[in-house]
C-alpha cells in the first residue's frame, strides 16, 4: 500500500497531464512564447542597430569653416555636404522625415571667433547649432558622428592631458574579464526572470488545485477520507512545485534559446562560462524557490472562498517577488552576511547571483535551501491546520 | 441491542456573517445549531435523523463524520470518540452529501482507484469490489467516462459508489434521495435495505416522513437543536402515523407556529 501523499501526488499529477490544455498554457506556452517574443526582440533591436547605417545623408552646412571642411568631408562616406544658407522649409522636411538630413550651422568667421575666444571674459563661445530628427535613424547617425569629430577638434584646440589613450587596440584599461562582465549582466537579468516564470508556473496550477478544490466541493469528499490532513498539505505542496518546476523549466529553455539572438544584437558572443556545479546549484536553488512560492500560494488559496478570490491575494505577494527579483540591478555584490540568506526569495536571488557572478559558495547555499525547506514544513503545518478549520474549509 | 455509535451531549453553534443574519432573518450573531444532543445507534439498524429544514440535521451528520468538530459533547462510533480519534472514525463510515462532489476531469474508473487507495483498501481487492459495485449501479458501461459527461443521475450514483469503496460498517447519508430522479433514488433505497441486510449500520437524515416509515428501524425527530423524542418507529409514533407525530412534537415546541 502506498503513503496517502504519493497517492495525492499521483491524483494531481493525473489531474494536470490528462489536461491538454492545462499542459499546453503552463508547460509548452511560456517557453514558447518567451523564445518568439524574446526572438523578436533581439532581431528588432538589431534591425534598429543596423537600419540608416547605410543610407546616404544630406548635409547642409551653413557657413562652412576651413578648417572644419577637411575633417567633415572625411567622416561618413554615405554623406554628401551640401553649402547652403539657413533654409526653413529644409528644416520642415527634416521634421517630417520626407528627407535623411543633418543641417549643421557655424557662426559666421567661427575660425577667427575660436581662434581670439577667451573664456576667462565671461562671454559665451561660439554656438554651433546641429538640426537632425532623432526619430530618423540615418540622421541620427550622422549627428552623432558629426558630434564627436566636433567634440574631438574642440578637446584638440586646449589638449593638456588625455585619460584612458588607446596607442594599440589591445590596450585595456578596464580590467574585467568577458566572463565577468557577461556573469554581471546576467546576474542583473536572470534571477529576476526565473522568480517569475516560477511563480507563473505556480500562479497557473496552485488556486485551482486547492481554492478550486473549495469552489467545486471535492475538498471536503478528500476530507472524509482516513488521510490525515498533513499527508494532503504535504501531497499539495509537492505536486504543485514539481509540475511549477516543469514550467520554470520551460520557461528557462525558451531564455536559454533566445539569449543568443537577444545579446547577439549588442554584439557579445555568447560562451556560458559555468562548470557542473553551478548547474547543480542553480537547479537546487529553483527548488527551494519552488517549493516555498507553492507553500505560500497554496495557503492564500486555501485561505481564499475562490479561485478568483485567490488570485486577488495572490497577486500583490507576486508584485513583492518581482521587487525583491529587481534588488541585483541595484547592488554592488551578493552580501556575505548569512542571516540575509534566511529571507525567503531573496536569499534564492542571491545565491543565483552568486552562481552567475562565480562567487559560489557552499553556506549560503546550504542556508537558502535548507531554510526553505524549514519554511516549507511550517506552510505544510499551517496548511494542515487549515485543512483541519472548518471556519477555513467551509466559510461559505 | 449492541451500540455502534453513542452520541453524548452534542452541540454546535455557528457565528452568522451579516449577510447570513440578514438571509435568516434575524440580528442575533450566533445560532445554535445543536443543542445538547444525545441517542445511541445499533450496531445493524437503520437509523433515521428526522426533522425540517434548519434542524441540525446536517449539522449533527457532519459532526458525525468529523467534517466539522462540536462545541462540546463527543460522540463515540466503533469505539473512536470524533474528538479525539478523528481518523479512526473516518476508516469506519462512509459519509455522502450533495456537498461531496466528485472531480469532473477523472474517469469513475479513476475515481474508485484513487479513493480506494485514500481508504487503504488492498489493491488485490479493488478490482473485484469496483466490478461489483459498477454493476450495482450501472456504472460499468460508464466507466472511463469523465465526470464532466456523465448524467446527473449517473453521477449521484457515482457519488454513493465512491462513498463506499472501502465497504465501510457505517453509513451516513445527509438526505439519500434529495434531488434524485425516481429511478435513482429507487436504486439507493434498495441499496439501503440491502446493506442493512448484510449487517451495515445507516445513519441518515430526511425530511421524508415515507423515507423513514420505508426504511428505519429507529427514528430520531429533531427540531431547532433538540432531540424532542428518540426510539424505535413504533415507539416514537405511539400508534399514530409518523407525518401526524412529528406535527404534535412541533406544535407543542413552537407553540403552533408553521
Given at each position: 500500500?502506498?503513503?496517502?501523499?504519493?497517492?495525492?501526488?499521483?491524483?494531481?499529477?493525473?489531474?494536470?497531464?490528462?489536461?491538454?490544455?492545462?499542459?499546453?498554457?503552463?508547460?509548452?506556452?511560456?517557453?514558447?512564447?518567451?523564445?518568439?517574443?524574446?526572438?523578436?526582440?533581439?532581431?528588432?533591436?538589431?534591425?534598429?542597430?543596423?537600419?540608416?547605417?547605410?543610407?546616404?545623408?544630406?548635409?547642409?552646412?551653413?557657413?562652412?569653416?576651413?578648417?572644419?571642411?577637411?575633417?567633415?568631408?572625411?567622416?561618413?562616406?554615405?554623406?554628401?555636404?551640401?553649402?547652403?544658407?539657413?533654409?526653413?522649409?529644409?528644416?520642415?522636411?527634416?521634421?517630417?522625415?520626407?528627407?535623411?538630413?543633418?543641417?549643421?550651422?557655424?557662426?559666421?568667421?567661427?575660425?577667427?571667433?575660436?581662434?581670439?575666444?577667451?573664456?576667462s571674459t565671461g562671454e559665451l563661445a561660439p554656438n554651433v547649432e546641429i538640426y537632425y530628427n532623432s526619430t530618423n535613424n540615418a540622421s541620427n547617425r550622422v549627428y552623432t558622428t558629426l558630434s564627436a569629430v566636433l567634440t574631438a577638434f574642440e578637446d584638440s584646440m586646449s589638449n593638456r592631458f588625455d585619460i584612458n589613450r588607446a596607442d594599440s587596440e589591445l590596450q585595456r584599461y578596464d580590467i574585467a574579464t568577458e566572463d565577468q562582465m557577461l556573469g554581471d549582466i546576467l546576474s542583473k537579468l536572470i534571477p529576476m526572470l526565473i522568480m517569475m516564470m516560477l511563480f507563473s508556473g505556480v500562479m497557473a496550477i496552485a488556486p485551482s488545485a486547492i481554492a478550486g478544490e473549495k469552489e467545486r466541493g471535492t475538498i471536503a469528499t478528500l476530507l472524509v477520507t482516513p488521510m490525515r490532513r498533513n499527508e494532503l498539505a504535504l501531497g499539495k505542496i509537492v505536486s504543485l512545485s514539481c509540475i511549477a518546476l516543469l514550467s520554470g523549466i520551460s520557461s528557462f529553455i525558451g531564455i536559454a534559446l533566445s539569449l543568443p539572438k537577444m545579446i547577439s544584437a549588442e554584439d557579445v558572443e555568447i560562451n556560458l562560462p559555468y562548470v557542473a556545479s553551478d548547474y547543480v546549484v542553480l537547479l537546487l536553488i529553483i527548488f527551494a524557490s519552488v517549493l516555498i512560492m507553492a507553500s505560500v500560494v497554496s495557503l492564500l488559496s486555501a485561505y481564499a472562498k475562490d479561485v478568483k478570490n485567490a488570485g486577488t491575494m495572490i497577486t500583490p505577494f507576486m508584485l513583492v517577488v518581482m521587487l525583491a527579483g529587481l534588488i541585483p540591478m541595484f547592488q554592488n555584490a551578493a552580501p556575505d552576511n548569512l542571516a540575509f540568506y534566511l529571507i525567503p526569495f531573496y536569499n534564492s536571488i542571491e545565491v543565483m547571483v552568486r552562481v552567475f557572478v562565480h562567487e559560489t559558495e557552499w553556506m549560503p547555499v546550504l542556508v537558502t535551501v535548507g531554510s526553505n525547506i524549514v519554511y516549507t514544513g511550517i506552510a505544510v503545518w499551517g496548511l494542515t491546520r487549515m485543512f483541519n478549520s472548518e471556519k477555513v474549509m467551509f466559510s461559505s | 441491542m449492541e451500540e455502534i455509535l453513542h452520541v453524548e451531549g452534542l452541540s454546535k453553534t455557528f457565528t452568522l456573517s451579516k449577510k447570513q443574519q440578514k438571509i435568516e432573518g434575524t440580528d442575533q450573531k450566533k445560532k445554535v445549531a445543536v443543542d445538547n444532543l444525545s441517542f445511541f445507534v445499533g450496531k445493524g439498524e437503520i437509523f433515521g435523523l428526522l426533522g425540517p429544514n434548519g434542524a441540525g440535521k446536517t449539522t449533527?451528520?457532519?459532526?458525525?463524520?468529523?467534517?466539522?468538530?462540536?462545541?462540546?459533547?463527543?460522540?463515540?462510533?466503533?469505539?473512536?470518540?470524533?474528538?479525539?480519534?478523528?481518523?479512526?472514525?473516518?476508516?469506519?463510515?462512509?459519509?455522502?452529501?450533495?456537498?461531496?462532489?466528485?472531480?469532473?476531469?477523472?474517469?469513475?474508473?479513476?475515481?474508485?482507484?484513487?479513493?480506494?487507495?485514500?481508504?487503504?483498501?488492498?489493491?488485490?481487492?479493488?478490482?473485484?469490489?469496483?466490478k461489483k459495485m459498477f454493476e450495482r449501479f450501472g456504472i460499468d458501461k460508464f466507466a472511463e467516462v469523465k465526470v464532466k459527461s456523465l448524467s446527473t443521475g449517473m453521477k449521484q450514483k457515482l457519488s454513493i459508489v465512491i462513498s463506499l469503496v472501502h465497504n465501510p460498517e457505517v453509513i451516513i447519508f445527509d438526505e439519500p434521495t434529495n434531488g434524485l430522479d425516481v429511478l435513482t433514488a429507487r436504486t439507493v433505497t434498495d441499496y439501503l435495505k440491502q446493506l442493512r441486510d448484510e449487517g451495515k449500520t445507516i445513519i441518515l437524515s430526511t425530511h421524508i416522513f415515507s423515507l423513514v416509515e420505508r426504511l428505519c428501524d429507529r427514528v430520531g425527530i429533531i427540531i431547532d437543536g433538540h432531540m424532542t423524542v428518540c426510539g424505535s418507529l413504533e415507539e416514537v409514533c405511539d400508534g399514530m402515523k409518523i407525518e401526524d407525530r412529528f406535527f404534535e412534537l412541533y406544535k407543542e415546541l413552537k407553540g403552533g407556529e408553521e
Open positions: 500500500m502506498k503513503s496517502n501523499t504519493s497517492t495525492i501526488i499521483n491524483k494531481e499529477f493525473a489531474r494536470f497531464f490528462g489536461d491538454k490544455q492545462l499542459i499546453f498554457t503552463t508547460i509548452i506556452m511560456p517557453g514558447l512564447l518567451i523564445y518568439i517574443i524574446y526572438s523578436l526582440m533581439g532581431n528588432g533591436i538589431s534591425k534598429l542597430a543596423t537600419e540608416g547605417q547605410n543610407e546616404v545623408v544630406t548635409v547642409w552646412v551653413d557657413n562652412m569653416p576651413q578648417t572644419i571642411a577637411p575633417m567633415l568631408e572625411g567622416m561618413d562616406s554615405n554623406t554628401v555636404f551640401i553649402e547652403s544658407v539657413f533654409n526653413q522649409d529644409n528644416i520642415d522636411s527634416l521634421e517630417n522625415k520626407d528627407i535623411n538630413a543633418v543641417f549643421v550651422r557655424f557662426p559666421k568667421d567661427f575660425d577667427n571667433r575660436i581662434e581670439n575666444y577667451d573664456p | 449533527t451528520l457532519r459532526m458525525l463524520s468529523t467534517l466539522i468538530k462540536p462545541d462540546s459533547g463527543d460522540a463515540v462510533l466503533d469505539g473512536c470518540s470524533i474528538n479525539d480519534d478523528p481518523e479512526g472514525v473516518r476508516k469506519r463510515i462512509g459519509f455522502l452529501t450533495s456537498e461531496l462532489k466528485l472531480e469532473d476531469a477523472f474517469t469513475p474508473n479513476y475515481l474508485f482507484d484513487f479513493f480506494s487507495k485514500l481508504h487503504q483498501v488492498p489493491d488485490s481487492d479493488i478490482a473485484e469490489r469496483k
